[in-house]
């Protein structure tokens, strides 16, 4: 299983960005797939999932109405849209592959910095 994110950087206040993961190693299409969070001195936070059939989503309170999570099976990849980024969205924002075969994956991270 190999999960690499890409699409971060330093975006100002109400700017938007696209986070990418592109995945591999495993039926994609057939997983949940999840987006997380950690900001310096603070717990990984879950930002937003999605379901493998039927794309259910569900977002943390802190993100909703900003940001959203959709995947492409075709390109085994899912991506997260960030719009209206606040400061407080700056963290290292990883992509999860919650279960496979009793196990989490974890992609390397990508950083986000919203600040003028």
């Known amino acids: 299983v190999q999960l690499v994110e890409s699409g971060g950087g330093l975006v100002q206040p109400g700017g938007s960005l696209r986070l990418a993961c592109a995945a591999s190693?495993?039926?994609?299409?057939?997983?949940?797939m999840s987006w997380y969070r950690q900001a310096p001195g603070k717990e990984r936070e879950l930002v937003a999932h999605?379901?493998?059939?039927?794309?259910?989503?569900n977002y943390a309170d802190a993100v909703k109405g900003r940001f959203t999570i959709s995947r492409v099976n075709a390109k085994n990849t899912v991506y997260l849209q960030m719009n209206s980024l606040k400061p407080e969205d700056t963290a290292v924002y990883y992509c999860?592959?919650?279960?496979?075969?009793?196990?989490?994956?974890w992609g390397q991270g990508t950083q986000v910095t919203v600040s003028s």
């Open positions: 999605i379901r493998s059939v039927g794309g259910l989503t």
């Open positions: 190693g495993f039926t994609f299409s057939i997983y949940d």
């Open positions: 999860k592959l919650p279960s496979f075969y009793g196990r989490s994956y």
